[in-house]
């Protein structure tokens, strides 16, 4: 079981850029793939990015294609998503899960974090 807590996130203007922080406790995190998904009020969940344990993005979503980047670092047990050139549609609240998948039940997830809001507004 890891435990997740996201931060870094707030309201911004159409443009600018947000870093968000998912941080995890366990010694499994280090293996993990992480995820990052959003929820906005009324729409379904976004699956937004991913990467492996080794550093290796394994997907991005076409809507933040070019203006998101997923990193981490396994020795600070952290994973950033990178959010440039925000747009009022990014809003929502983001939360990272471990071993993100799409099942017959829709995305699972072994863990997730309460998640951090994003609003992007003029």
């Known amino acids: 079981q890891v435990d997740l807590v996201e931060s870094g996130g707030g309201s911004v203007q159409p443009g600018e850029s947000l870093k968000l922080s998912c941080t995890g406790s366990?010694?499994?995190?280090?293996?993990?793939?992480i995820g990052w998904f959003r929820q906005a009020p009324g729409k379904a969940l976004e699956f937004i990015t991913a990467i492996s344990a080794n550093e290796v993005s394994t997907f991005m979503a076409e809507s933040v294609k070019g203006r998101f980047t997923i990193s981490r670092s396994n020795r600070e047990n952290t994973v950033w998503l990178q959010m440039n050139n925000l747009i009022p549609a990014d809003t929502a609240l983001y939360f990272c899960?471990?071993?993100?998948?799409?099942?017959?039940?829709?995305?699972?997830?072994?863990?997730r974090g309460q998640g951090t809001q994003v609003t992007v507004s003029s």
């Open positions: 899960g471990t071993e993100p998948r799409l099942t017959s039940l829709g995305y699972e997830w072994d863990s």
């Open positions: 366990g010694h499994t995190f280090g293996s993990a793939i």
